[in-house]
C-alpha cells in the first residue's frame, strides 16, 4: 500500500505560480510511477505530468508543457509540481496518482493509488 497526501494548492492570480507537493508514505516511493491529474468541475480527470522510476524521463500534457515542470525526491519520497504562468483554465482539483506498471501513465485508469486532490484556483 502507498498512501499519498498533497499540498500546495491555493488560489493565484493569472501569471503567477504555485508548487505542489505530493508526500508518500508506505511502500518504496522509488518503485512507482508517479503523476499528477486535474480535474476541473464538470470535466473528466485528465493527464498532467508524469515522472518515471525507471529512468526518471518526464512526461507533460501539451496544454502544461514549458509552463509545468514535474520532479520527485527520492530520498524525501516526494514528488512536486512547479507550476508558473498559471491560466485560470488551470483551476481544478489536482491530484498525485502512483503506479507501478510504467506504461499508459497518461491514462487515469493505469494507477494504483490516489491521492485526495488540493485545489488550485486561477483568478484576479
Known sequence: QVQLVESGGGLVQPGGSLRLSCAASGRTFT???????RQAAGKEREFVAAISWSDGSPYYA????????????????????????????????YYCAAQVLDSGIATPTNYDYWGQGTQV???S
Open 31 to 37: 518503485a512507482y510511477t508517479m503523476a499528477w491529474f
Open 62 to 93: 501539451d496544454s502544461v508543457l514549458g509552463r509545468f515542470t514535474i520532479a520527485r525526491d527520492n530520498a524525501k519520497s516526494t514528488m512536486y509540481l512547479q507550476m508558473n504562468s498559471l491560466k485560470p483554465e488551470d483551476t481544478a482539483k
Open 121 to 123: 484556483t486561477v483568478s
